[in-house]
């Protein structure tokens, strides 16, 4: 059975647009942080990468910028947008070290985690 996902609809309350392509992204991998019960690290918030982001997330242990291609990942670099985990985006804020959020392709279940005036203080 295919996982449900949720309205898509963004922090800002219309459409949510898509985030990336290249790389895929996306708990279902469609290019879109929709979200749904099966993802647990509601991956909802458009982050633009930067080094100092990824490096932070490296540091924590969930190492984005080196490639797996046992999985098809390429690694991120520095302005890949990824479908970021809302809680880490906040521990990322938390700790100085938050990407930029492009609003209008982040799912408005971000806003369960993150309240919207974090997320229009990186706003692109």
């Known amino acids: 059975m295919a996982p449900r996902k949720a309205e898509s609809i963004n922090v800002l309350g219309s459409a949510l647009e898509g985030c990336s ?7 279902f991998r469609n290019g879109c ?10 991956h ?7 080094a100092e982001f990824l490096a932070f997330s490296k540091y924590l242990g969930n190492d ?5 291609p046992e999985f098809g990942f ?3 670099k520095p302005d890949d947008r ?3 985990c809302a809680a880490r985006f906040l521990q ?7 990407p930029q959020v492009n609003l209008a392709a982040t799912h408005i279940r971000t ?13 692109i």
């Open 21 to 27: 392509t290249a790389p895929l992204t996306g708990f």
């Open 33 to 42: 942080c929709d979200t749904g019960p099966d993802d647990h690290g509601a």
């Open 44 to 50: 909802t918030v458009c982050a633009v990468m930067t």
């Open 64 to 68: 984005l910028s080196t490639p797996r």
């Open 74 to 76: 390429a690694g991120l």
């Open 82 to 84: 990824w479908c970021l």
């Open 92 to 98: 990322a804020h938390d700790e100085g070290a938050a």
């Open 111 to 123: 806003l369960d985690i993150v309240p919207l005036d974090i997320l229009q203080s990186y706003s």
